[in-house]
């Protein structure tokens, strides 16, 4: 006799309230990732959690003759272990005018960051190319409150890394 297997896929009908990624993402998350060496036979290194703040941010015009286009917003992510977290960025969201997809733009450590959302999977990659380090996080939106988290960071000072994890929402006010 022969014995088979049925997998389900259950995909989650969740959608993001108006195409808004910037309104779904402000509030107040926690981050709670688990480490591992991005090599065999891939250690475990540790477990971290973060405070993460993302708030609208009004950047003031250039001039009064050029304001910011309506497809153009501005988050400020701030991170910490307390609820008062400092240091952190200012990440510019375009958002395409063909689709709901979203290009994403923040300067960090001196660096120009680029990345992208797409609308029709819910995920969002962000790309740190530093000098001494490369960085890419990809978030999924699970939920309402939930976002699965996975990071890969190669530095040459340090061991190479796969973090992975959720950022939970702790204000639950969207």
Known sequence: TTT?????????????????ICKY????????LEWRRFESPFDHVHAS?????????????????????DNVRHLRWSFGS??????????????SLQNDDVMLEWEHEGTVCHG???????MMTLQFALPESTVIITYRIVDMNTLAVCIVENNRALIPTIQY???????EQM
């Open 49 to 69: 959690n973060t405070v993460i703040v993302i708030q609208e941010h009004h950047p003031q015009p250039q001039t009064a003759a050029t304001p910011t286009p």
């Open 165 to 171: 994890g959720c950022m939970s929402r702790t204000d």
């Open 4 to 20: 088979t297997t049925k997998f389900t896929l259950c995909l989650q009908s969740f959608a993001i309230p108006d195409a808004d």
């Open 25 to 32: 993402l402000c509030g107040t998350w926690k981050r709670n």
């Open 82 to 95: 307390t609820l008062n977290p400092r240091k952190g960025y200012v990440m510019k969201f375009t958002k």
């Open 116 to 122: 992208q959302y797409f609308w029709n999977t819910r």
